[in-house]
């Protein structure tokens, strides 16, 4: 029989990735969608026709323990979040309650449907019983934020430096602690930065392919752009889902650090986009104050030793293929006529 998966987050950029991985995999994929009238979910039928969709919400326990009863899944991703860093100043409760508890009620919704009790039987010595239902964490690169150590291991203290980086490092503390209390196979993928086309309009390589394709159209005459120096380690999220299989697929249940080992700066990414357009970017990048974050995460890097050792992953898309690839989408968009759907609504 097929092995089943449930994705919440299966409208954003990685739930469709994974869902195509999976189905490859001749999975029966369902995703978990919110809202009575989400214009995503029929987006994302489009691209996704064999995806089976259940109403939930993260924000809603009742709703994750029907969508767990009815789906009974054999592997669980729990992608969904509010994912984009400055929001989560402007609505850092809301971003608690989907990024952090969102976790906590995913996980109990599992725990509740497995029959597993909170009983001391049920403490660190339970072990792993077949049959059971395995679980997959989005955790964050953010959660290290002002670095203590370069590259990042799965070992480097977390100091978050946002209320999302907060949120993360409760849903991965939780994801381990429901691991060692309830003997769940309960694992996080601690992923660095990963993007594509797409990626929504609002995170940086897809706001300067979106920039670059309209001024090299003849649709705009500058990009306005926050900090320049900051570094991350960008790798595309094709690769990246495939990690989070691994990880549930592995004979035991450990976090992983996922990324390629190298960092770009923000300026490195703009002159890379442009020049895939044969432009010059400092005829048209302007920086902008307002667009500074309250706290910045200077650089991250990761050290994806573990992964390549216990799970055989390696990236395949390098660095420039990426941003060209991102870029070649966005002229093609906006040359056929089409509206960059994911567009968005932040400056
Ligand atoms: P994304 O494109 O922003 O997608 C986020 C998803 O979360 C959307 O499908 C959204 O659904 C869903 N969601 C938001 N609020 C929800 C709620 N209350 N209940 C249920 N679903 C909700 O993010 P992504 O880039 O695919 O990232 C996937 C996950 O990995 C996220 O948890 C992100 O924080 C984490 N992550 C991403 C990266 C990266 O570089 N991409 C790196 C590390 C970790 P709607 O359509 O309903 O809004
Ligand atoms: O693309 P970003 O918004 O991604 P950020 O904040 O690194 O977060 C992404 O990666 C995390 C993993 O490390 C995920 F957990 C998270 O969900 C998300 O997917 O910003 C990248 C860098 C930042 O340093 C930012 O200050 O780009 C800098 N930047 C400069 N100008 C800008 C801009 N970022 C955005 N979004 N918009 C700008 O105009």
Redesign the pocket.
């Known amino acids: 029989m097929a092995r089943r998966a449930l994705i919440?987050?299966?409208?954003?950029?990685?739930?469709?990735y994974l869902a195509e991985h999976l189905l490859e995999q001749g999975y029966e994929v369902w995703g978990?969608?919110?809202?009575q009238a989400?214009p995503?979910?029929s987006r994302?039928r489009k691209l996704l026709s064999d995806v089976q969709v259940v109403r939930?919400?993260?924000?809603?326990q009742g709703s994750l323990i029907s969508a767990v009863e009815r789906v009974q899944p054999d592997e669980v991703y729990?992608?969904?979040?509010?994912?984009?860093v400055p929001m989560s100043w402007e609505q850092a409760e809301l971003t608690a309650?989907?990024?952090g508890m969102?976790v906590l009620r995913m996980l109990e919704a599992i725990r509740v449907c497995s029959g597993v009790s909170r009983g001391a039987s049920a403490g660190s010595s339970a072990q792993i019983c077949s049959g059971q239902i395995r679980f997959y964490q989005?955790?964050?690169?953010?959660m290290f934020g002002q670095v203590s150590e370069t590259p990042q291991t799965e070992r480097t203290a977390f100091h978050p430096r946002s209320p999302?980086g907060v949120a993360?490092a409760y849903g991965h503390f939780l994801t381990q602690n429901y691991r060692e209390s309830y003997g769940m196979f309960a694992v996080s993928?601690?992923?660095?930065?990963?993007?594509s086309p797409?990626?929504?309009a609002e995170?940086v390589t897809r706001k300067v392919s979106l920039g670059v394709a309209r001024i090299k159209l003849g649709l705009a005459t500058e990009l306005r752009l926050g900090n320049l120096e900051a570094r991350r380690d960008w790798g595309f999220?094709g690769d990246?889902v495939k990690a989070m299989h691994l990880m549930l697929r592995a004979g035991n249940p450990e976090d992983y650090v996922i990324g390629t080992g190298r960092m770009k700066s923000v300026r490195e990414l703009v002159d890379a986009a442009f020049s895939a357009a044969g432009l010059d970017w400092e005829r048209y990048v302007v920086t902008d104050q307002a667009l500074h974050r309250p706290a910045e995460v200077d650089l991250l890097c990761a050290d994806p030793k573990k992964a390549r050792a216990q799970l055989g992953w390696e990236p395949r898309v390098s660095f420039d293929e990426l941003v060209a690839m991102m870029v070649e989408s966005d002229l093609r968009l906006l040359t056929d006529g089409g509206d960059p759907d994911q567009d968005s609504s932040w400056p």
């Open positions: 919440t987050g299966i409208t954003g950029q990685d739930g469709s978990l969608a919110r809202g989400n995503r979910v994302m939930g919400d993260l924000l809603d729990n992608l969904g979040a509010i994912s984009f309650e989907v990024t969102g989005a955790s964050s690169s953010e999302y993360k993928g601690i992923l660095f930065n990963h993007e797409r990626r929504g995170f999220a990246y």
